[in-house]
Nanobody, 115 residues
Framework: QVQLVESGGGLVQPGGSLRLSCAAS????????MGWYRQAPGKQREFVAT???????NVAESVKGRFTASRDAAKNTVYLQMTSLKPEDTAVYYC?????????WGQGTQVTVSS
């Protein structure tokens, strides 16, 4: 089994920053993809960023230049550094891991951008 535990969400003012963390535990294989999705109220879940275990990182156009994804392979942890946050970034952010054709999700962490 795989468990993903997110942390770091909260309330922040527009223009502020937050860093999300997601720690994976259980049967984690060396080759995998870990990343982030988000879901705003009334909207579908959307891709935010992903990191491949070999080092490649991909970020959605809507957050490029403001969000950065990274990972600590030794800790099976992925991070999402969010800067210049906007009200439209408000959503539940979900950690995602894909390995050997299987998908795993965290419980989600709320990010609210509001003055």
């Amino acid at each position: 089994q795989v468990q993903l535990v997110e942390s770091g969400g909260g309330l922040v003012q527009p223009g502020g920053s937050l860093r999300l963390s997601c720690a994976a535990s259980g049967s984690i294989f060396s080759i995998n993809t870990m990343g982030w999705y988000r879901q705003a109220p009334g909207k579908q879940r959307e891709f935010v960023a992903t990191t491949v275990s070999l080092g490649h990182t991909n970020v959605a156009e809507s957050v490029k230049g403001r969000f950065t994804a990274s990972r600590d392979a030794a800790k099976n942890t992925v991070y999402l550094q969010m800067t210049s946050l906007k009200p439209e970034d408000t959503a539940v952010y979900y950690c995602h891991l894909q390995q050997r054709g299987n998908d795993y999700w965290g419980q989600g962490t709320q990010v609210t951008v509001s003055s």
